[in-house]
């Protein structure tokens, strides 16, 4: 399936499992997404793919999306309905996710949109960054943003 969109169009009409997994538990969205392609990730969400799904790293696609770095694809799976406060096997959050690859405008996006993003969650990554000395640049950027966003009645419950 690797990258076609004819062939995925043609699976989809003949009604297969859109949710059959890999040896790595992912699914045809997982990999639509490692592939950055937008497009089939579209045909896979109308189809009704699970947008849930876990592989063996419990990582689902909006983690996925996050990591890769494609605002389009995490707009079309919130728009979808997936859940944002979701957790990967070392309990990264979708935050952790997007701070972690330096995709800022998910970032902002994410805090700027999504209404279920842990609070508790953005003061871990804030915390984790300062307590590591990470000198990426996010951990100025994630502050700001919050900052920005959020009261701070709700930022430091």
Request: glycine content about 2%.
């Given at each position: 399936?690797?990258?076609?969109i004819a062939t ?15 040896q790595?538990?992912?699914s ?8 950055n392609?937008?497009e089939i990730?579209?045909?896979?969400i ?9 592989d063996?790293?419990?990582m689902k ?5 996050a990591m890769?770095g494609?605002l389009?694809?995490?707009?079309m ?16 959050t979708?935050l ?11 970032l902002a ?9 842990d609070?508790?969650a ?8 300062k ?10 950027f994630?502050?700001y943003?919050?900052?920005?966003n ?8």
């Amino acid at each position: 399936m690797k990258n076609d969109i004819a062939t995925v169009k043609q699976l989809i009409s003949l009604d297969i499992d859109l949710n059959k997994k890999s040896q790595l538990g992912r699914s045809p969205i997982h990999w639509a997404i490692i592939n950055n392609n937008t497009e089939i990730v579209a045909l896979l969400i109308k189809a009704k793919c699970d947008i849930e799904v876990s592989d063996k790293f419990e990582m689902k696609p909006i983690l996925m999306a996050a990591m890769v770095g494609n605002l389009e694809m995490v707009k079309m799976l919130i728009e979808a309905g997936c859940n944002c406060r979701v957790v990967n096997k070392k309990q990264q959050t979708v935050l952790h996710c997007a701070v972690k690859h330096d995709q800022n405008e998910i970032l902002a996006y994410l805090l700027d949109n999504v209404t279920d993003i842990d609070i508790n969650a953005v003061n871990e990554v804030i915390f984790i960054f300062k307590s590591e000395k990470q000198t990426n640049s996010n951990i100025y950027f994630v502050e700001y943003l919050v900052m920005a966003n959020l009261s701070d009645d709700v930022l430091y419950q």
